[in-house]
Structures are given as C-alpha cells and as structure tokens.
C-alpha cells in the first residue's frame, strides 16, 4: 500500500440550522483511506456515519475541515470535481429498490455512469454492462428486466455492478446488507471480498453491526455523537476494545452470534445531537463514567494504531462484570 493515502479527512464538521438551534452531525472527524484498503465506520443510526459518507465522496460539503482524494481537495461545489471523484469512487446505498430507478432496466441502470462520463460507443458500453452483470454474479440476460422483477439479493448485486462500471479506485458502501436476509448478506460479503481481491478496491463499509464489519475490514473507526470515539485494526478492536462504546457493541454482536459475553448496557437512547451533553459525549450512557467524564472531554490516548477517547479506557474489568451482573444490569 502506498505511503499516501488514497483518501483524508481531515477535522471534519457538519451543522446543520434546525429553526434557532444547530445540529452537530459530524464533530471533527479526521480519517483517511490507503489505496486497496477496506476501512468500516461502525455505529448507530444518528451517530454520523452516514453524513461523514456523503461529505467523504462529495455529496455534501462539510462546515468545516476538508477531504483529499488522492491529494486533491473535493470541492462538492465544482461539477468538475464532482465528475473526476465520480469516475474513481464507487457508491451502494442501503435500499437497492429505492436506489434503482423503477423506469429503467438493469442495463441501462448500469449504463447510466458510463453515459454521463462519456465512456465508449453503443456497442461498448453494452458489452461493458454484460461483463459488469457477470462480474457480480448475474446472467446478462437480466438486463433487460426492471428492479422490481428482482429479488433483494440480485437488485443489490446490480447496485454493485453499476459502482463498479467506471473501474473505481474506492467503493463505499453504505449499509449494504442491512436489508437483505442472513443467507443473502453472506452472499453479498462473499462477493464484495472477492471483487475487492480481484480489483485490488479500496472500501469504506458503513454499518451499525460490528459482526457484519468483521467479515470485511481491516481497520474499524467507531463512532458516536458524530466523533469517531475508537479506531484500530480489526485485530486490535475485536481483541483489546478499550473505549466503554466499543465493549457494549461488541459484547451486544456477540449476543447475537451466541457467543458467551457478559452483557455491556447503552442506558436510553443517545443524547440528542442539537443538546449535546458536556464533557464526554458518551458519560450519560456509559458504566464506567465518573466525575470526571461529564466535566471535560477526553484527550485522544495512541497505542501505535490504536487511538481511543476516553479517560477511562480498557478491557472489562472482572469486578465490572460482578457489578453488571447477569444480564448487564447493576447489583
């Protein structure tokens, strides 16, 4: 991988003015992308995810900090920049119904990047389209059918498909298997590990499930509150998590997976994010919060790679566990 990243943020905001209040959706993220890796940002629906997506391919300018895509800034405001970052950035979205335009056939939905960026004649582009169907799985012969005569599998298949038609350098991928059943996500993450092989794609998995990230990612950022709260290799996080955000995902995957954890609460539901709390933006929910944590926000503490803000970082301790109690409630 090279030394310089395929794609940087950095110090990255999102405001948005709701009536007299401000909405903080992202709050100073900084991340960055090398070229041919698979990075996931995991966590859950209104932590910023989603909004740090948009503002990284350039859907959406942020309020503050910038983007580099292989050292340029993306400018969401220059159409010039907009098509150059279209050509080398792939994008899924969760629905792959309401992502495909109904009216259109599966070939041309295919087509419609190649049309915009000019790529080949007639003739090219409908031998591109049957390599790309092929290259995802499909007989070309479903080109010729509309979204709705496909099943959830196959419609985000043709999604993928349709990221891939411009030869992108980096796929994005947001939510891509949340809608679908268990034995179509294995499907679809089969797939998407063996295009990133075969293409040498870097990824960015966007995703509320730690166990579904694990199947794709080398490096994994958390994020809460529109702050990216922990970030290590997928080795690291899975093995020594130290942020209380982080341990309470992981021990609710491994609930689902069947696996023997103690169970890490998330008190209510996450502050709203036009009435963010003080100090630690995660204090209120969390089990290990003290004095400290609702007065001042937490310095960044690195291990190496591993970077995690919190004061109080670490494993779950033994008398922790007692304290929780079965079930992850306090004794």
Not at 130 to 141: C, F, I, M, S
Not at 246 to 253: G, K
Request: hydrophobic share 40%; with cysteine; charged share 25%.
């Amino acid at each position: 991988m090279s030394a310089s990243p395929l794609l940087e943020a950095r110090g990255i905001a999102k405001r948005y003015r709701v009536g007299r209040a401000v909405l903080t959706a992202v709050d100073g993220v900084d991340l960055t992308i090398g070229r041919g890796e698979a990075v996931a940002v995991v966590g859950e629906s209104g932590s910023g995810k989603s909004t740090l997506a948009r503002i990284l391919v350039g859907l959406e300018a942020p309020s503050q900090g910038e983007v580099r895509f292989d050292g340029r800034i993306v400018d969401p405001t220059s159409r010039g920049s907009r098509l150059s970052l279209g050509a080398r950035v792939g994008v899924v979205f969760q629905d792959p119904y309401g992502s495909l335009n109904p009216r259109l056939s599966v070939a041309r939905a295919i087509e419609e990047p190649l049309i915009v960026h000019r790529w080949g004649d007639a003739s090219a582009r409908r031998r591109r389209v049957a390599e790309l169907l092929e290259a995802v799985g499909l007989d070309p012969d479903l080109g010729a059918r509309r979204p709705r005569g496909l099943s959830g599998g196959q419609r985000q298949r043709v999604a993928i498909a349709r990221a891939l038609a411009l030869d992108p350098e980096l796929l994005v991928l947001d939510e891509p298997v949340s809608a679908l059943d268990v034995s179509v996500q294995a499907q679809i993450l089969n797939l998407l590990a063996d295009l990133r092989r075969a293409r040498t794609l870097a990824y960015l998995f966007i995703s509320h499930d730690l166990a579904v990230v694990r199947q794709v990612a080398e490096r994994i950022a958390v994020m809460y509150l529109g702050r990216i709260v922990e970030i290590a290799s997928a080795d690291e996080l899975y093995g020594a998590a130290a942020h209380p955000y982080t341990l309470a995902l992981l021990s609710s995957a491994a609930e689902v997976e069947g696996a023997r954890a103690s169970r890490i609460p998330l008190q209510g539901d996450p502050p709203s994010p036009i009435e963010r709390p003080g100090g630690c933006p995660f204090h209120p929910r969390c089990f290990r919060a003290r004095e400290r944590c609702g007065r001042e926000d937490p310095v960044v503490a690195t291990d190496g790679s591993h970077r995690v803000a919190c004061w109080y970082p670490g494993p779950v301790e033994p008398e922790e566990v007692r304290r929780l109690g079965p079930g992850g409630r306090d004794v």
